[in-house]
């Protein structure tokens, strides 16, 4: 089965730049998606098709993708970006994966 | 814009079916232009992809699952719904319905419910 694999945690500095990172064989063939999840709350999305912000979600928020490896950037993180990260892709048996998550620390 | 929202049992029984409804508003569960998506997250980890139907009545299930879920819509109420038999502890969970756009361009997941707890345990 297809897996999407990302740092179980980060930490990063108030108003620095984190990336994470989301590997899977060939991810750059597909779309990935992000999502970010405050506890207790419902996940949101933050990017789609790589590098699309729905509206609503600061520019602070970029992805790219290719190769093996989507990333997700927040530059000037702010405490508020607080938050578990997913991302989510589908492989090519049409079936939806989600990576582990990355738990960041804004310390 | 789509809102969904969750509701069910929150103690379900070991070896019995859990049953989930998402009660859409602000669209018709009969649009084409989305897919209803059930979506869990055991207490502590990571999100599962559960499945999805489109309002023709398609549907696309998680391997690892296939065998035991079926999700329906009911176009009458508005809603669809989940259901997932012979459950164990190891299918407690907060189960999240979301929807998903139906297009061109990968898969992507908004908005989402709120998402409701089902624990399983005798």
């Known amino acids: 089965s297809y897996e999407l694999t990302q740092p179980p945690s980060l930490s990063v500095s108030p108003g620095q730049t984190v990336t994470i990172t989301c590997s899977g064989d060939?991810?750059?063939?597909?779309?990935a998606s992000w999502y970010q999840q405050r506890p207790g709350q419902s996940p949101v999305l933050l990017i789609f098709?790589?590098?699309k912000r729905p509206s609503g979600v600061p520019e602070r928020f970029s992805g790219s993708n290719s190769g093996d490896t989507a990333t997700l950037t927040i530059s000037g993180t702010q405490p508020m970006d607080e938050a578990d990260y997913y991302c989510?892709?589908?492989?090519?048996?049409?079936?939806?994966?989600f990576g582990g998550g990355t738990k960041l620390a804004v310390l | 814009q789509v809102q969904l929202q969750e509701s069910g049992p929150g103690l379900v029984k070991p070896s019995e079916t859990l049953s989930l409804t998402c009660r859409v508003s602000?669209?018709?569960?009969?649009?084409?232009?989305?897919?209803w998506s059930w979506i869990r997250q055991p207490p502590g980890k990571g999100l599962e992809w559960i499945g999805y139907?489109?309002?023709?009545?398609?549907?696309n299930y998680n391997p690892s699952l296939k065998s035991r879920v079926t999700i329906s819509v009911d176009k009458s109420k508005n809603e669809f719904s989940l259901s997932l038999t012979s459950v164990t502890a190891a299918d407690t969970a907060v189960y999240y319905c979301?929807?998903?756009?139906?297009?061109?361009?990968?898969?992507?997941?908004?908005?989402w419910g709120p998402g409701t707890l089902v624990t399983v345990s005798s």
């Open positions: 060939k991810l750059g063939d597909q779309y």
């Open positions: 098709q790589d590098s």
């Open positions: 602000g669209d018709s569960v009969s649009s084409a232009s989305y897919y």
């Open positions: 139907i489109y309002y023709s009545g398609t549907t």
């Open positions: 979301a929807s998903r756009v139906r297009g061109t361009g990968g898969v992507w997941f908004d908005p």
């Open positions: 989510q892709a589908r492989d090519r048996t049409n079936f939806i994966v």
